[in-house]
């Protein structure tokens, strides 16, 4: 690729507010500056979903200097936290080189310097130390579109082990940057789209060490707001926010700010942004700890990809988010159903992709005062089994870690049909080949859906297993689960069987085994 032209960019935010919904939990374990409150990759998150989000939104034959600049917008609006701030101000920089060419070098250079512009007070080793080391190596390539992403990309790793050396609290907690770990991943899913290259995860550096991150809680409040106002007033306001606290960030332009403080008392600091200008989305949080409210309902969100699946989930109690198969619910639906549920609000994602969303819509929902419990179900089947031992009498905590267990009991597997020539873990597939896969990976290939049915169960309560879920999809033929049932009886008939219409596209058949 030479050019990053709009159907580029559109990629590249999907993928990497993608890879950093599967890396936000490690991303957030890494998290003890400027203070260890465990979220900076969900807000690496949620600020890049929000990019993507805004550009997906545009027509498909916009000029690229309408996606640039949309990009740059949905960042700046949905920038949370710290890392998040900053990481939209890089994104700035590159939407106003590469906006108008493809000179991936000027727009590297570019971000690192506004990044660091928009921060009061820098600090080395964090995002933008990574940020810096980026546009000083790249600016000696010479090559094209693609080297240069590559070259970012492998120095926003190295940049990223060197932040122990450069920051002592991260050295003391074993941990690199959790902001600089979210930009890699961030550069790499670039050169990714660039280069054509598959990745199927980026991985983020483990903790080294078991030590308690060693950081002090000096400010009481995290406050963030978008502002309307000059840039001399913006100045002012700059000044006067940076003699009331710390970690101060603010980005933006053109009459619109983000502006992120950490600050001992509140609500002076969102009186100054009222003397400058107006500020609205305005967002605290208390820094030294997080409460929790159990004095209303108890409730649990199930996501579901076929009508069956979701009148199931609603005899049982739960509030549904719809979602077609293959893809992921909106977070403003999320968002929505967990408010609805209650007080107390535990998540069952059912998908992998979903629990990005449902992460990030429940970390929104906390500011509200919200306790959700995101729960680990990667499947419909788990699920099920989770939903099935929920007591909304026990306390919160024990409900969770029940549903939770029955979850984490319950192998998963499912019926589909190859598409397309492949290489499985099972050997070779072709177009028309029915594929049984266990716990997301493929066991038995197949002929038809009755044979490769009995297969993956016969392997899945090979090794223990007292109850059989079958949820039948909308292309199941009749006759499936009631082979399925003839043949447990005669091999298994000490194990139980339930059946349920799912009408899910996709799968066939969807296979639970407790």
């Known amino acids: 690729m030479e050019v990053l032209d709009p159907p580029a960019v559109r990629r590249w935010a999907r993928l990497a ?13 890494l998290n003890v500056f400027p203070v260890a409150d465990g979220d900076t990759g969900t807000n690496l998150y949620l600020t890049m979903l929000s990019a993507a989000e805004a550009v997906e939104s545009l027509p498909d034959d916009v000029d690229v200097a309408i996606v640039w600049q949309t990009l740059s917008y949905g960042a700046l609006v949905g920038a949370r936290g710290n890392s998040g701030v900053i990481v939209s101000q890089a994104l700035r920089g590159l939407a106003e080189v590469l906006k108008d060419g493809s000179d991936l070098r000027a727009g590297l250079a570019r971000a690192a310097a506004l990044a660091r512009q928009s921060v009061a007070r820098p600090v080395e080793g964090t995002v933008l130390s990574v940020l810096s080391a980026v546009a000083r190596a790249v600016q000696g390539e010479e090559n094209g579109l693609a080297e240069v992403a590559r070259r970012a990309a492998e120095e926003a790793r190295a940049a990223l082990r060197r932040t122990p050396e450069q920051l002592d609290v991260l050295a003391r907690s074993g941990v690199v940057d959790a902001g600089g770990a979210g930009l890699a991943i961030v550069l790499e899913s670039l050169a990714t789209v660039i280069t054509g290259a598959q990745r199927e995860r980026y991985d983020v550096p483990a903790p080294t060490s078991r030590v308690t991150p060693m950081t002090e809680v000096g400010a009481g409040y995290e406050v963030m707001y978008l502002l309307d106002a000059d840039d001399q007033a913006v100045a002012r306001l700059r000044a006067e926010l940076d003699a009331m606290g710390d970690s101060l960030v603010m980005v933006g332009g053109e009459g619109l700010w983000n502006v992120h403080v950490h600050v001992d008392e509140a609500g002076p600091a969102i009186e100054a942004a009222l003397r400058v200008g107006r500020p609205h989305r305005i967002r605290v949080t208390y820094l030294a700890e997080r409460t929790h409210r159990a004095d209303a309902g108890r409730g649990v969100v199930a996501v579901a990809a076929g009508d069956g699946i979701a009148a199931l989930f609603e005899e049982c109690g739960a509030v549904v988010v719809r979602r077609e198969p293959g893809t992921r619910p909106a977070l403003p639906a999320m968002l929505a159903a967990i408010r609805q549920a ?5 998540v069952l994602p059912n998908d992998e992709r979903s629990g990005a969303v449902a992460a990030a819509a429940a970390e929104i929902a906390r500011e509200d005062g919200v306790v959700v419990s995101v729960l680990p179900t990667k499947a419909t089947v788990q699920g099920l089994a989770a939903l099935a031992v929920h007591d909304p009498l026990r306390r919160f905590d024990d409900d969770v870690v029940a549903m939770t267990d029955a979850a984490s009991h319950t192998r998963h597997g499912h019926l589909t049909v190859a598409d397309r020539h492949g290489v499985t873990s099972a050997g070779l597939c072709s177009p028309g080949d029915v594929l049984g896969l266990i716990d997301g990976d493929v066991a038995v290939i197949g002929d ?32 499936l689960a009631a082979g399925v049932e003839e043949h447990l009886g005669r091999t298994r008939p000490d194990v139980d069987l339930v059946v349920y219409d799912g009408e899910q596209g996709g799968y066939p058949l969807l296979i639970g085994v407790e």
């Open 448 to 479: 038809t859906l009755d044979s490769v049915a009995t297969l993956l169960i016969e392997r899945m309560v090979a090794g223990g297993g007292e109850l059989v879920t079958l949820v039948t999809g909308a292309q199941a033929p009749p006759a």
């Open 17 to 29: 507010a993608d890879a950093l919904g599967r890396a936000r939990a490690d991303i957030d374990a």
């Open 342 to 346: 209650g007080r107390e609000v535990a």
